[in-house]
């Protein structure tokens, strides 16, 4: 993967993005996630059941996929929204020696832009954007008890 050196710092997508717009977006679990692979096994036992009506899948089904759509503040409070927001547009200072043989760094403005993560107050939670010239997604990581981090949400914000 290349990544554009600078970090994506846009007028949209920036402090207050984070503190007040993020709170009426949408976000779904990651597929990697344990939740989202427990309903994905959940929707495909229900499709593929010959004993349940088909009304009763569609509302079986809708159900799960509620389940898998998560509102921002339903794992961050307004005062860890405020608190990423003080950290954001920081310019970020990538250390190209802790990036892995897989990435690169690029000036070519058309690469995968990513912004300068931040971080809830407890920093068990991190924000960044991912950008490309085909879009925008807004990805949340959880850290776990091991001290691991892992994509736990995402969300589309705009597609081109």
Not at 22 to 41: G, L
Not at 134 to 139: D, R, S
């Amino acid at each position: 993967m290349k990544i554009y050196e600078r970090s994506y710092i846009g007028k949209e997508y920036n402090a207050n993005f984070i503190r007040d717009e993020v709170y009426n977006i949408f976000v779904s679990y990651a597929y990697s996630t344990e939740i989202y692979q427990t309903n994905a096994k959940s929707s495909k036992a229900i499709e593929s059941s010959e004993e349940i009506s088909v009304e009763r899948k569609r509302v079986l089904l809708d159900s799960i996929n509620l389940n898998l759509k998560l509102s921002v503040s339903d794992f961050l409070s307004e005062r860890d929204r405020d608190y990423m927001s003080k950290m954001a547009d920081k310019k970020l200072k990538w250390n190209p020696q802790s990036l892995t043989s897989k990435i690169s760094l690029t000036n070519d403005t058309k690469a995968i832009r990513i912004s300068v993560p931040v971080f809830n107050q407890d920093h068990t939670i991190s924000a960044y954007f991912l950008g490309s010239p085909n879009g925008l997604e807004l990805i949340f990581c959880k850290k776990d008890e091991a001290g691991e981090w892992y994509r736990f949400a995402e969300s589309l914000v705009w597609i081109s």
